[in-house]
């Protein structure tokens, strides 16, 4: 079993060596030397207590202290004074000493309690600090585990909104696919709006934001017979108001789905015009989405070029023309000239 070190610092070979041997004789193991300077030298953590005489040459015991202090020391100090120098204890114990001896030592009995009282104390602070040091791993280990698990939970996340948002496209285009004046329009939609997000700057967000909108933009419809649009003629009043249902209806689907809370306003928001004369909710210039204005040119300019049952279908030039014809009225200035320069140079 290794033996408890005490380091003690005393100018007196008498005093020093006195002390040295009822140490020893108590079983503790001793390093003696003759100042503050080689006591500072000397020290290491592997010591419990440490012994300092006030007055010493070089490095006096209240110098060394406040070294000690410096250097954050937790070992506990205890101060060897004479008789009559108890102001030197009560100054010593102000910077921090962990108690006093006198000399010459009279009483062993007390000496060897305040021995062992300030090995006690130096075995509770190291416990202490093994406590923290734990704790602080614990936590760190807690925390590395969180962000992983967070991390985890994050992906899984992404990829049951992302599998949502497909799945719910995938539905959208299947609706498409049957008629074959409608195949295709929702992937077109897409790549039209993408093209003018990119232009605009939109960032990494927002064009992601659209883009999902843009995939389920007309997902109201699959839940109401809008098969009177495939047959040539003007819609009846009955047959006009329910097809102008589909914004809310798609909206009301995606509610429940808190992640797709702006993609449901832009869908909500797809018919209106920047007049403010469009449908469900008459709203105009700065009340509408931005992002559902590129939404609304994009989704407009392919009904434009695609045929259709009921029309024939305008050339790009054309589709164009009446963009700028309907600019400020139906559309956003700004993104008509965007989406025209994109068209025209592609």
Not at 18 to 36: D, P, S, W
Not at 99 to 123: G, S
Not at 250 to 277: A, C, K, W
Request: charged share 25%; net charge negative; glycine share 6%.
């Amino acid at each position: 079993m290794e033996l408890t070190k005490i380091l003690i610092a005393d100018d007196d070979p008498l005093v020093r060596d006195a002390i040295k041997k009822i140490l020893e004789i108590f079983g503790y193991q001793v390093v003696a030397v003759t100042n503050g300077r080689e006591a500072m030298h000397a020290l290491n953590d592997t010591f419990a207590v440490i012994i300092l005489d006030i007055n010493m040459p070089i490095m006096d015991g209240f110098e060394t202290l406040e070294s000690l202090n410096h250097e954050k020391n937790t070992i506990p100090v205890l101060f060897l004074t004479g008789a009559g120098s108890m102001e030197y204890a009560l100054k010593a114990i102000n910077l921090g000493a962990y108690d006093f001896l006198t000399k010459p030592i009279a009483d062993l009995d007390m000496f060897a309690i305040k021995i062992k009282r300030a090995i006690e104390k130096r075995m509770y602070i190291l416990m202490h600090k093994a406590y923290e040091e734990n704790l602080e791993f614990e936590v760190k280990k807690k925390t590395r585990e969180l962000v992983i698990k967070n991390t985890l939970l994050d992906d899984y996340s992404r990829q049951l909104e992302e599998n949502t948002i497909n799945t719910i496209a995938t539905l959208q285009i299947a609706l498409e696919e049957k008629d074959p004046y409608t195949a295709g329009h929702t992937k077109r939609v897409t790549r039209f709006g993408t093209m003018i997000g990119k232009a605009m700057g939109l960032d990494g967000l927002q064009l992601h934001t659209l883009i999902c909108a843009c995939q389920i933009h007309d997902i109201g419809k699959l839940v109401i017979d809008v098969s009177c649009i495939q047959r040539p003629g003007p819609l009846s009043p009955e047959e006009w108001a329910r097809v102008t249902q589909h914004p809310e209806i798609g909206y009301n689907i995606l509610q429940p789905l808190q992640f797709l809370e702006r993609e449901s306003t832009i869908i909500l928001q797809h018919h209106e015009r920047f007049d403010g004369t469009g449908y469900p909710g008459k709203l105009k210039d700065q009340q509408l989405d931005p992002l559902a204005r590129i939404v609304t040119v994009a989704d407009s300019f392919d009904a434009m070029t695609s045929k259709r049952s009921y029309k024939v279908n305008k050339s790009m030039e054309e589709a164009i023309e009446e963009l700028y014809m309907c600019s400020g009225s139906q559309f956003d200035p700004e993104v008509v000239d965007v989406f025209a320069n994109l068209l025209r140079n592609q």
